[in-house]
Nanobody, 125 residues
Framework: QVQLVESGGGLVQAGGSLSLSCAAS????????MGWFRQAPGKEREFVAA????????YYADSVKGRFTISRDNAKNTVYLQMNSLKFEDTAVYYC??????????????????WGQGTQVTVPS
């Protein structure tokens, strides 16, 4: 059974930083893209960042570009999201996602078949 487990969420003041981790088990994701999505209260889930299987290609939403960094460690079957200069509008539940097909990658949630349970990130106004 494939599981993705996020950790590292919490409450941080505006301008601060948080680092999220997503540990995968049940299958190696070393040839699969990984992504992060988020969902704020009353809003639809949105794309945040994605990274290809090798870690050589990354995509970011415009709203986080320059502030967030996605990375991965295939030996640990783990993907990370470093979030700096956090803003109130970054408040959301953050979800880790694993692609369903090898070497596929994208900003669309349909690319991803595997999802974590989410971790809350709160940036007070």
């Amino acid at each position: 059974q494939v599981q993705l487990v996020e950790s590292g969420g919490g409450l941080v003041q505006a301008g601060g930083s948080l680092s999220l981790s997503c540990a995968a088990s049940g299958r190696s994701f070393s040839t699969y893209a990984m992504g992060w999505f988020r969902q704020a209260p009353g809003k639809e889930r949105e794309f945040v960042a994605a990274i290809n299987w090798a870690g050589s290609i990354t995509y970011y939403a415009d709203s986080v570009k320059g502030r967030f960094t996605i990375s991965r460690d295939n030996a640990k079957n783990t993907v990370y999201l470093q979030m700096n200069s956090l803003k109130f509008e970054d408040t959301a539940v953050y979800y880790c996602a694993g692609a369903g097909r090898p070497f596929s990658m994208g900003r669309n949630s349909l690319v991803y078949d595997y999802w974590g349970q989410g971790t809350q990130v709160t940036v007070p106004s």
